[in-house]
């Protein structure tokens, strides 16, 4: 094998291992991305219920107890009385689905939804987009 077969082979095994890392990173953001929406739904359809509760306080810490103790045995523990607490405050935060970003993943949203003051919030947001602080960071 000459020294430019080698090259050649080396540049083939460089885009291979390139096009394999971008697929999957695409396919973990996608998933991500997913998640919350899900999180995002579960938020805005415990926000409706609760508002249909006379004392929306009690009522809305009485529905997530409920609702966490029917659906975690079959869900898993992913849906805690906290997590779906957040989902509620995130879908409050963030009352239009359309204007979530794809970059950031539940955790990231999470940080965020903490931070009342929304003008410090969406100087977050851009700052995370524009010095990429949403990237994964993979194995």
């Not at 779906?84 to 995130?90: I, P, Y």
């Given at each position: 094998m000459s020294n430019k077969d080698?090259?050649?082979h080396s540049n083939f095994?460089?885009?291979i291992k390139k096009i394999i890392t971008t697929a999957r990173n695409s396919a973990i953001r996608s998933v991500?991305?997913?998640r919350v929406k899900m999180y995002w739904k579960l938020g805005e359809r415990i926000f409706v219920e609760e508002q249909q509760g006379k004392d929306r306080a009690e009522y809305g810490?009485?529905?997530i107890r409920n609702l966490s103790a029917s659906i975690t045995p079959e869900f898993g523990s992913g849906f805690s009385y906290r997590q779906?607490?957040?989902?509620?405050?995130?879908y409050r935060t963030y009352p239009n689905m359309?204007?979530?970003r794809s970059q950031f993943n539940w955790s990231q949203y999470r940080l965020l939804i903490q931070i009342d003051?929304?003008?410090k919030r969406?100087?977050?947001e851009l700052e995370a987009v524009n010095n990429r602080w949403y990237q994964p960071i993979r194995g």
């Open positions: 080698i090259k050649l095994i460089s885009d991500d991305f997913e810490s009485y529905l779906l607490a957040f989902c509620r405050q995130f359309n204007a979530l003051n929304e003008y969406e100087y977050y």
